[in-house]
């Protein structure tokens, strides 16, 4: 086995994109950002994806409770909305205040501004431990309040490459508080029946 910090180098290949998922409960709406999407479907006509979200993260309980979530693909131009979605949480802040968006088909926020965004309904969950892998039949897709894709996709390495100087010390502490969270919680897996699925 190769030393923890370069296995995690190499894991580092498989991130994704820098991606907005935005989720709503009881009018309660809400937004984070993640690195970990991935395309989980090869058939046009059964359009799917899944995503991990941590436990600790408010928007963890608005998807698993309400069934639903909106992931936005983000263009180059979108640092300050990944500021404002991932360095803080929705349980101490109305993030989304001043957010250009509208209520998608499901119910849950659509941004104005992105690359292309996806409306899925929960079809299954995976517990991790620390997260849960949500797997999401896409319903509805689109460009935000535009027509067509806009700017290049943020991608990961993009982000990690250009992101402000003074934002660097904030986010690798959050990582390294999300790391410590997650190597608490992982091996307490627990066996979930997504209730779609439930008999
Ligand atoms: C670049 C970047 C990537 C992130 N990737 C993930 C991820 O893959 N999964 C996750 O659960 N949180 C991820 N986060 C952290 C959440 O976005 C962050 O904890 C956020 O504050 C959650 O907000 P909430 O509590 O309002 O849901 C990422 C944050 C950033 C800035």
Same mark, same amino acid.
């Given at each position: 086995m190769l030393p923890p910090g370069q296995t995690y180098q190499l894991l580092r290949h498989l991130t994704s994109p820098v991606v907005a998922v935005t989720s709503e409960r009881g009018g309660k709406e809400n937004g984070m950002i993640l !690195? @970990? @999407? %991935?395309? @989980?479907? %090869?058939v046009p006509t059964v359009p799917r994806l899944s995503v991990y979200v941590h436990k600790f993260n408010f928007s963890h309980d608005l998807i698993f409770e309400t069934g639903r979530f909106v992931l936005h693909l983000l263009h180059t131009q979108q640092f300050d909305l990944i500021h404002r979605l991932g360095f803080a949480s929705g349980r101490d802040r !109305?993030?989304?205040?001043?957010v250009p968006r509208r209520r998608g088909v499901l119910g849950a926020p659509v941004l104005d501004d992105c690359h292309a965004h996806f409306e899925c309904r929960v079809a299954n969950v995976m517990d991790t431990g620390s997260s849960t892998l949500f797997l999401g039949d896409v319903v509805e897709v689109g460009f935000g309040a535009g027509q067509a894709p806009r700017g290049e996709v943020m991608t990961a390495a993009y982000f990690r490459a250009h992101m402000? @100087?003074?934002?660097r010390p904030e986010y690798e502490a959050l990582l390294q508080a999300a790391q410590r969270f997650a190597e608490a919680k992982s091996r307490e897996i627990k066996a979930l029946v997504w209730r779609g699925l439930a008999p």
């Amino acid at each position: 086995m190769l030393p923890p910090g370069q296995t995690y180098q190499l894991l580092r290949h498989l991130t994704s994109p820098v991606v907005a998922v935005t989720s709503e409960r009881g009018g309660k709406e809400n937004g984070m950002i993640l !690195d @970990a @999407a %991935i395309r @989980a479907s %090869i058939v046009p006509t059964v359009p799917r994806l899944s995503v991990y979200v941590h436990k600790f993260n408010f928007s963890h309980d608005l998807i698993f409770e309400t069934g639903r979530f909106v992931l936005h693909l983000l263009h180059t131009q979108q640092f300050d909305l990944i500021h404002r979605l991932g360095f803080a949480s929705g349980r101490d802040r !109305d993030k989304l205040a001043g957010v250009p968006r509208r209520r998608g088909v499901l119910g849950a926020p659509v941004l104005d501004d992105c690359h292309a965004h996806f409306e899925c309904r929960v079809a299954n969950v995976m517990d991790t431990g620390s997260s849960t892998l949500f797997l999401g039949d896409v319903v509805e897709v689109g460009f935000g309040a535009g027509q067509a894709p806009r700017g290049e996709v943020m991608t990961a390495a993009y982000f990690r490459a250009h992101m402000p @100087a003074e934002w660097r010390p904030e986010y690798e502490a959050l990582l390294q508080a999300a790391q410590r969270f997650a190597e608490a919680k992982s091996r307490e897996i627990k066996a979930l029946v997504w209730r779609g699925l439930a008999p």
